[in-house]
């Protein structure tokens, strides 16, 4: 038997997905260990780390921080008696059975793996960003739009991404400004066309943002001209990053079947190409990336891998006490 720490369910990701898995799997008395910590670019606690007030989440008709509607899902999974790993996970061994997760040089084996590591977003690298990241600055148009009704805002980017979140933010925004640092967009026609002919959306091309101007909340953009080098000043109330986003999955490149920018392709449900391992939330969900979606798909892969632990004959896997002296090790 290999050394290590021995499981039921092992969940990486401390996300909206992740969270609910654990709640769901803990509560079937599986013995299920979670990793707040994710991989290389990852964020514990999900994108909602990030964000101020939630109010499209259901239950909470005053909305929430979502900081604290983490803390709450994690008190949850708490509860029912899921135990935690608060590290980064630095590789995976999805070769063979027992599956393990490693953390540096610890090793922790499972009958069923969850992963939920959800997707970065892709932001413009600067400080000024950062600092007002939740104070007017966002990556997510269905999440936060709704703040910044009658306001004029500005969405950064030329793909359909960018022409999505435009569109959609002219319902609650008085004027929306596309910006893009070229002379033409990348979206397909369709998504331009809409973009192009809807009265509340404007353009300045051949520009890049050269710093977010503002205290405590965004009052205006800064940017540059990228051909003639002159800078000017746009005043916005917010400032939408619609540039892309990147799924945290490179430690499993070469076990899990993925599609071309990197999410992983769940080919039954929530099952990967791996029996055994399955997958849940923003890390395969490159469409809706909502919290509550993402919750979802915890919850869905909770129950299809306890199907798979309860459909399983483990007759290599000591389950009594032998188990048991084997998570001390």
Known sequence: MANGKYYDVLIIGSGPAGWTAAV??????????????????GTPGGQLMLTTEVENYPG?????????????????????GTELVEDDV??????????????????????????????????????????????????????DGFFFRGKEIAVVGGGDT????????TQHASKVTVIHRRDALRASKIMQDRAFNNPKIAFVFDNVVEEVL????????????????????????GLFIAIGHRPNTEIFRGQLDMDEPGYIIAHEHTATNV????????????????AVTAAGDGCMAALDAQEYITGEIWTDWAIGEEAVAASQV
């Not at 769901?24 to 670019?41: C, I, M, P, Q």
């Not at 008709?61 to 708490?78: K, V």
């Not at 960018?162 to 933010?169: G, K, R, W």
């Not at 503002?214 to 109330?237: C, F, I, M």
């Open 24 to 41: 769901y799997s803990a509560r079937a008395n599986l013995k299920t260990l979670l990793f707040t910590g994710l991989v290389a670019g």
């Open 60 to 80: 909470f008709a005053e909305g929430i921080l979502g900081p604290e509607l983490m803390d709450q899902m994690r008190q949850q999974a708490l509860r029912f």
């Open 90 to 143: 630095t590789r995976v061994d999805f070769g063979q059975k027992p599956l393990t997760v490693y953390v540096g040089d610890d090793a922790y084996h499972g009958k069923a793996v969850i992963v939920a590591t959800g997707a970065s977003a892709i932001w413009l690298g600067l400080d000024s960003e950062e600092r007002l990241r939740g104070r007017g600055v966002s990556s997510c148009a269905t999440c």
């Open 162 to 169: 960018a022409m999505e979140e435009a569109t959609y933010l």
């Open 214 to 237: 503002g205290e405590n909340a965004v009052e205006g953009v800064r940017l540059r001209n990228v051909k003639t080098g002159e800078e000017s000043t746009l005043p916005v109330q």
């Open 275 to 290: 029996p055994g391992v399955f997958v849940a939330g923003d890390v395969r969900d490159h469409r809706y990336r909502q």
